[in-house]
C-alpha cells in the first residue's frame, strides 16, 4: 500500500534555489544562445541580459508539478485455515447441528448445536453408539461406500418427537480421488422440520374439527327441513318445535364462526403488541354487569374483589374483555354447582408482571391430565356437554392467543371436586 510521505517544511528561498537547480540544464543552454546572439552583433549585451533574466525570474516564480514520494508497505495477509482446521471452522459456523466423519464413521468433531441436540455423540465414537436409527446409519454407509450425497428424514421419539432433514455429504478435496482417499470425511448436517410438522398437523386437525363441528349442526338443519316438508308440513306443533331447535343449531353454527374469525384475526396481529391504556378495574365492573343476567339465570352470584391501587395497564380493550368475558362465561357455565364464582384483581405475583386478574369457580373441576390441553383448539373434556351449553371448544384457545399478544401469561390450576382457577398476569 502506498502512502504519503510527510516532511518538514520547507522555506520559499529553499524552493526557489532547488527549482533553479533542477532547471540548471535548461538555463545553460539558454544562456548559451544569447551569448551566440551577442558575438554575431544580433542583440546588445544589455538586451541579452535582462532577456537572460526575466527568463530567470519566471522560471523561478512559475509554480511546478507537486511531487509526492510514497512508501510503500506490505499489507497484511490473511491467513488461511487449511485442512481439517477448515472443515471444522466451517462446521461450527453454522448454526444448525453438523456432524464431521472419519472413514470409518467415527465422529471427529460436533459443532456446538449438535452437541446440544444430541449430547450423546462424542468425538471418537462411532456415529453408531449414538445415534442408531436404520435410516440414518444406511444413508451415512451408502454415502461412504459410493461418495454421493444421500438426504434421509429423521423421526425420533426419545426424550420427545422431533423430525430433521439429514443431509449426508463426502467432503471432496481437490486432487484426491475421494473414494480411495484414507482421509476422506463426511459432513453429516440437521435442519429442523419439527416446527413445519406441527403446523401441518394443526392445520390437518384445525380442518377435520371445523369440518366436524360445522358438520352435526347443518345435518340436524337438512333433517328438520326435510321433515318440515314432509310429515310435518301441516303439524303446528312439530313446526314450531323443530324450528325452535333449527334456530339453536344456526346460532351454535354462527357462533362457531365467529369464534373462528377472531381466532384468525388475533393471530394474524399476534406479533405487534396493543399500545393502548386500560383500566383493568373498570373493565371488569363492565364484563360482570354484561353476564349478570346469565348467571342469575344459573342462580350464580358472581363476587368481584379489587384492589385500591393502580390498575392501568397497556392494551386492546376489545381483546381484553373478551378474555374476561369467555373466563367468567365458563366459569358460570361449568362451576354452576358452586353456586358462586370469584373476580379478583390484585398485584401480580409473578415477576415482570403488575396486574393478576383470578377467575375461580367452585364446580367439579376437572383431572389434571386434561389440564395442558385445554386451550387446545376445539378440545373438550365432555363433548356433548360443551354442545348443550352452547360451547365452541375455542374459547380458553382465544384467551391464550390474546394473552401472548399482550406479552402477558395464563395459568390454569383445577383438580376434581375443587373447581378451576385461571390466573391472567398482565405487564
Same mark, same amino acid.
Given at each position: 500500500? *502506498?502512502?504519503?510521505?510527510?516532511?518538514?517544511?520547507?522555506?520559499?528561498?529553499?524552493?526557489? +534555489?532547488?527549482?533553479?537547480?533542477?532547471?540548471?540544464?535548461?538555463?545553460?543552454?539558454?544562456?548559451?544562445?544569447?551569448?551566440?546572439?551577442?558575438?554575431?552583433?544580433?542583440?546588445?549585451?544589455?538586451?541579452?541580459?535582462?532577456?537572460?533574466?526575466?527568463?530567470?525570474?519566471?522560471?523561478?516564480?512559475?509554480?511546478?508539478?507537486?511531487?509526492?514520494?510514497?512508501?510503500?508497505? $506490505?499489507?497484511?495477509?490473511?491467513?488461511?485455515?487449511?485442512?481439517?482446521?477448515?472443515?471444522?471452522?466451517?462446521?461450527?459456523?453454522?448454526?444448525?447441528?453438523?456432524?464431521?466423519?472419519?472413514?470409518?464413521?467415527?465422529?471427529?468433531? #460436533?459443532?456446538?448445536?449438535?452437541?446440544?441436540?444430541?449430547?450423546?455423540?462424542?468425538?471418537?465414537?462411532?456415529?453408531?453408539?449414538? +445415534?442408531?436409527?436404520?435410516?440414518?446409519?444406511?444413508?451415512? *454407509?451408502?454415502?461412504?461406500?459410493?461418495?454421493?450425497?444421500?438426504?434421509?428424514?429423521?423421526?425420533?421419539?426419545?426424550?420427545?418427537?422431533?423430525?430433521?432433514?439429514?443431509?449426508?455429504?463426502?467432503?471432496?478435496?481437490?486432487?484426491?480421488?475421494?473414494?480411495?482417499?484414507?482421509?476422506?470425511?463426511?459432513?453429516?448436517?440437521?435442519?429442523?422440520?419439527?416446527?413445519?410438522?406441527?403446523? *401441518?398437523?394443526?392445520?390437518?386437525?384445525?380442518?377435520?374439527?371445523?369440518?366436524?363441528?360445522?358438520?352435526?349442526?347443518?345435518?340436524?338443519?337438512?333433517?328438520?327441513? =326435510?321433515?318440515?316438508?314432509?310429515?310435518?308440513?301441516?303439524? #303446528?306443533?312439530?313446526?314450531?318445535?323443530?324450528?325452535?331447535?333449527?334456530?339453536?343449531?344456526?346460532?351454535?353454527?354462527?357462533?362457531?364462526? *365467529?369464534?373462528?374469525?377472531? %381466532?384468525?384475526?388475533?393471530?394474524?396481529?399476534?406479533?405487534?403488541?396493543?399500545?393502548?391504556?386500560?383500566?383493568?378495574?373498570?373493565?371488569?365492573?363492565?364484563?360482570?354487569?354484561?353476564?349478570?343476567?346469565?348467571?342469575?339465570?344459573?342462580?350464580?352470584?358472581?363476587?368481584?374483589? %379489587?384492589?385500591?391501587?393502580?390498575?392501568?395497564?397497556?392494551?386492546?380493550?376489545?381483546? +381484553?374483555?373478551?378474555?374476561?368475558?369467555? %373466563?367468567? =362465561?365458563?366459569?358460570?357455565?361449568?362451576?354452576?354447582?358452586?353456586?358462586?364464582?370469584?373476580?379478583? %384483581?390484585?398485584?401480580? $405475583?409473578?415477576?415482570?408482571?403488575?396486574?393478576?386478574?383470578?377467575?375461580?369457580?367452585?364446580?367439579?373441576?376437572?383431572?389434571?391430565?386434561?389440564?395442558?390441553?385445554?386451550?387446545?383448539?376445539?378440545?373438550?373434556? =365432555?363433548?356433548? #356437554?360443551?354442545?348443550?351449553?352452547?360451547?365452541?371448544?375455542?374459547?380458553?384457545?382465544?384467551?391464550?392467543?390474546?394473552?401472548?399478544?399482550?406479552?402477558?401469561?395464563?395459568?390454569?390450576?383445577?383438580?376434581?371436586?375443587?373447581?378451576?382457577?385461571?390466573?391472567?398476569?398482565?405487564?
Amino acid at each position: 500500500m *502506498d502512502e504519503p510521505h510527510s516532511g518538514q517544511p520547507v522555506s520559499r528561498l529553499t524552493m526557489v +534555489l532547488a527549482r533553479m537547480a533542477a532547471q540548471a540544464s535548461l538555463l545553460a543552454g539558454i544562456f548559451g544562445v544569447f551569448v551566440v546572439l551577442v558575438l554575431f552583433g544580433e542583440i546588445g549585451l544589455l538586451a541579452a541580459l535582462v532577456s537572460f533574466l526575466v527568463i530567470v525570474a519566471g522560471i523561478a516564480v512559475l509554480p511546478s508539478s507537486t511531487i509526492t514520494l510514497t512508501q510503500t508497505v $506490505e499489507s497484511p495477509r490473511v491467513a488461511v485455515v487449511a485442512g481439517e482446521d477448515a472443515v471444522f471452522a466451517f462446521a461450527d459456523a453454522l448454526a444448525d447441528p453438523c456432524l464431521v466423519l472419519d472413514r470409518r464413521s467415527v465422529a471427529v468433531h #460436533a459443532n456446538a448445536a449438535a452437541q446440544r441436540q444430541f449430547p450423546a455423540v462424542s468425538n471418537g465414537n462411532p456415529i453408531t453408539f449414538s +445415534l442408531r436409527n436404520p435410516e440414518l446409519v444406511q444413508a451415512i *454407509d451408502l454415502a461412504m461406500r459410493t461418495g454421493t450425497t444421500r438426504s434421509i428424514e429423521l423421526h425420533e421419539t426419545v426424550p420427545s418427537e422431533t423430525w430433521d432433514k439429514v443431509v449426508v455429504s463426502p467432503l471432496r478435496r481437490q486432487g484426491r480421488d475421494w473414494l480411495v482417499d484414507d482421509e476422506r470425511q463426511l459432513v453429516v448436517t440437521f435442519q429442523s422440520l419439527t416446527e413445519l410438522k406441527r403446523v *401441518d398437523a394443526l392445520r390437518s386437525d384445525f380442518i377435520a374439527n371445523a369440518s366436524h363441528e360445522l358438520r352435526t349442526p347443518l345435518a340436524s338443519l337438512l333433517g328438520f327441513i =326435510d321433515t318440515l316438508l314432509g310429515s310435518a308440513a301441516k303439524d #303446528a306443533a312439530a313446526r314450531e318445535k323443530f324450528l325452535g331447535i333449527m334456530r339453536g343449531q344456526a346460532e351454535r353454527m354462527s357462533k362457531l364462526i *365467529d369464534d373462528l374469525l377472531s %381466532l384468525s384475526r388475533i393471530e394474524m396481529h399476534q406479533h405487534v403488541r396493543p399500545t393502548g391504556s386500560i383500566d383493568l378495574a373498570a373493565l371488569l365492573r363492565e364484563v360482570r354487569e354484561g353476564l349478570m343476567m346469565q348467571a342469575k339465570t344459573a342462580d350464580v352470584e358472581i363476587r368481584l374483589t %379489587l384492589f385500591e391501587g393502580p390498575s392501568m395497564t397497556m392494551g386492546d380493550r376489545g381483546q +381484553l374483555y373478551e378474555v374476561f368475558e369467555n %373466563l367468567l =362465561d365458563n366459569a358460570i357455565k361449568y362451576g354452576a354447582g358452586g353456586k358462586f364464582v370469584e373476580v379478583s %384483581l390484585a398485584p401480580a $405475583e409473578r415477576a415482570g408482571f403488575q396486574h393478576q386478574v383470578t377467575v375461580i369457580d367452585h364446580g367439579p373441576g376437572v383431572e389434571p391430565e386434561h389440564v395442558p390441553r385445554l386451550t387446545e383448539r376445539f378440545y373438550r373434556i =365432555d363433548a356433548d #356437554a360443551s354442545r348443550r351449553k352452547k360451547g365452541t371448544g375455542l374459547g380458553l384457545a382465544i384467551v391464550k392467543h390474546i394473552v401472548n399478544r399482550h406479552r402477558g401469561q395464563m395459568t390454569i390450576r383445577s383438580k376434581p371436586g375443587e373447581g378451576m382457577r385461571v390466573d391472567v398476569f398482565l405487564p
